[in-house]
């Protein structure tokens, strides 16, 4: 196998775009460029202005200034990078069909497909094929159909690279990740070598004992495993939240004595509003759809379970806000603080408080909308995307605020729907003397000072604990 001169990534988004930052960081032998379709992304990329890169990550700018323009390039010039590369990344969207056979359930692969048959139709040489965006089980067989039938001859080495970093900590996650998982064809010289040399460029900075080469099908299907067991878990502790409401327990007790147990662990038992995200709930479908297809409905709904628990999360949530402002939100001010999927992102694929905005928006309510990082137009898309109402009738219903304190002023009720930091410290005091009274404050997220809250004289509610 020739030497890793050159990488290409097809696809700038919140994978490629941080994962190929570290890589040209930790390997500046190595020329990376990242290509893209939107051209409009790539500019961002490039942006002088490291503020105005197209995705918020802590610690990605300080990557990005370090190897953009050294080893580390942006382009919209596909066809050159897959040429000059030894090794393609593909990271391109996997979103759940919205059409056709499978919708809602399936990974429409089309954006897979279209990379697949660019790099079959353009490369002149030899090149290892990394499939890094979450895919379902055996799509690596449907990428080698379509490089040996399209491609002119060459031969492709394919391998699974599954992403496990999580976002608002892609950076960390990248630099100290717990494993690798290096999915190849163990069973020819070629095909050991292709992971071998994969092997070699995350051991410029991760032990060796953390990367692990397994077969592609074991690769794949860890992803969608992984992804469904952390899912259950937030589900299994929402599960009990309303339990804990409803029989005067405290979720957060539950979970610390749960979480001690070292079997079980304490990570990823925090319950909430529900959990979002472009991994969780796309991943789980594709089991689902996976395990249907093939005639395991037991396991199907199994883990259907895991989805139905969390919409009904975020119903529940909704139905308490209407519930406890007297049965009726209609044309009253409710104000979200938070409308990403978790703290230290901008991003808000199924973000909880989209659904929870939808649902009472159907009962009327003015919804008053602020996040740190989240852009005003990608609050609507979000809810246009949801195909519920007119974009008019949302544009109505929905105003996104500039500054928290504006956004409460009048309100009849508070939500939190994402746990970023800057939440707890506002001046809450400030925030109760400009409210409608009571002043009611829905926490999702289990984040704000209860006792603090409750002597200022908001109507406090917290998931999972009786109403204080
Ligand atoms: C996830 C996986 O963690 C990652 O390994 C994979 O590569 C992609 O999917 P991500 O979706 O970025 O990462 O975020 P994650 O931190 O896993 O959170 C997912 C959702 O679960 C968020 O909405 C979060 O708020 C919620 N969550 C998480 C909870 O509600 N409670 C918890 O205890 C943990
Ligand atoms: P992820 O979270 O998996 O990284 P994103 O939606 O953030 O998903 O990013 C995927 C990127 O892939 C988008 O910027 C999209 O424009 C790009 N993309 C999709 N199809 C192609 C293609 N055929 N060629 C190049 N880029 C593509």
Redesign the pocket.
Known sequence: MKQIKNICC????????PTMAVIAQKCPEINVTV????DE?IKQWNNENLEDLP?YEPGLKEVVSDARGRNLFFSTD?DKAIEDSEMIFM?????TKTYGKGKGMAADLK?VE??AR?IAEVAKDDKIVVEK??LPVRTAEAVRSILDNVGSGVNFQILSNP?FLAEGTAINDLLYGDRVLIGGDHSTPEGQAAMDALTDIYAHWMPREKLLQTNVWSSELSKLTANAFLAQRVSSINAMSEVCEKTGADVEEISRAVGSDSRVGPKFLNSSVGFGG?CFQKDILNLVYICRSMGMDEVADYWEQVIIMNDYQKKRFADKIINTLYNTVAEKKITFLGWAFKKDTN?T?ETAAMYVANHLMEDHANIHAYDPKVAPRQMYEDLNYLGTRSEEENKALLNVEKDPYEATEDAHAVAILTEWDEFKDYDWQKIYDNMKKPAFVFDGRNILDVEKLNAIGFKLYQIGKSDS
């Open positions: 097809i696809g700038a988004g919140y994978v490629g775009g290509v893209d379709i939107n992304r995705i596909i990271s391109v969207n996997t979103p954006y279209l990379s660019r965006s979450t992403e472009s991003d694929r």
